[in-house]
């Protein structure tokens, strides 16, 4: 994806009631194994960017103690009320500051540049047209010896198996509105380049198991999870004229008759890099 494209960026999934549930179920699959990649230590301050409905960011709270700083940033205002919402309700309304801003502009004083000691984003550079800019605002926010983690998408690296009938077009069609909101679904490959060109150091790069089959505990939260984020984008691809309805509907069909499938296997990891903001 090509960093000279328009900054503005536009989330293609949106923030209904019914995305909002789905992201929610997302957190439960994917929490913990983000959080071990994560490696927080107690004492840490954390900038959380792109926040979301904060689970995470609350679960980063918890991890490094309640008398830490935590600050999570949301840009759309739906998710971060909800945000809100869920830690009121949780009893943990003053474990983290959320705050509404724009990755690519971070709500932070000038004090608080260059203070926390872990930047961290989650499925949020592929969403973005220029992908070195947030990082960019990452490194600022980050003292000198601190840590910048990332973890992302690559879509070229999903394989459900047995593969659903109609998938095949469906899936290129929601990979290609990426492409017409001038965002990146391929990102994952790019993280270490990525930080790289930010100057950090000591990068490594890792991932988390995002997958499962039949018989499995997190399947059909998983399979559920897929064929929701595509269902999602329906006006997005067909209005966009990815993909006509009746292909669209086809492709939906065969995922939830796959799902059904006592041999269906979901193949895929979410992408993981970490740099060291220099001294």
């Not at 909101?181 to 391929?186: A, I, N, R, V």
Request: contains cysteine.
């Amino acid at each position: 994806m090509n960093d000279d494209m328009s900054e503005s960026s536009e989330y293609i999934h949106g923030s209904s009631p019914e995305e909002q549930h789905r992201l929610s179920l997302l957190n439960d699959i994917l929490n913990e194994s983000c959080l071990k990649e994560l490696n927080l230590q107690p004492g840490e301050n954390v900038l959380d960017v792109g926040s979301g409905l904060g689970q995470f960011t609350r679960l980063i709270a918890r991890t490094v103690g309640s008398e830490r700083q935590v600050v999570g940033i949301e840009r759309d205002r739906d998710q971060m009320l909800q945000a809100k919402r869920l830690a009121d309700s949780s009893g943990e309304s003053e474990l983290v500051e959320f705050r509404k801003g724009d990755a690519l502009e971070l709500p932070l004083s000038e004090p608080e540049l260059g203070t926390f000691d872990v930047a961290h984003a989650r499925f949020l550079l592929e969403h973005v047209p220029r992908p070195s800019l947030v990082i960019a605002q990452m490194v600022r926010s980050v003292r000198p010896g601190g840590r910048v983690f990332v973890t992302d998408d690559d879509h070229g690296n999903f394989r459900p198996w047995p593969e659903p009938q109609g998938f095949q077009a469906l899936w290129q069609a929601y990979v290609r509105s990426y492409d017409r909101l001038g965002s990146d679904p391929y990102v994952g490959r790019r993280l270490v380049s990525l930080l790289r060109g930010a100057g950090l150091t000591s990068i490594r790069n890792s991932c988390v198991f995002f997958g499962g089959c039949a018989g499995n505990e997190v399947f059909q939260a998983v399979a559920d999870n897929l064929i929701a984020a595509l269902a999602g984008t329906k006006d997005a691809i067909l209005n966009g004229e990815l993909l006509d309805e009746e292909s669209f509907d086809s492709g939906i069909d065969g995922l939830q008759q796959w799902k059904a499938n006592s041999s269906a296997a979901l193949w895929y990891s979410a992408c993981c890099a970490e740099g060291i903001v220099p001294n």
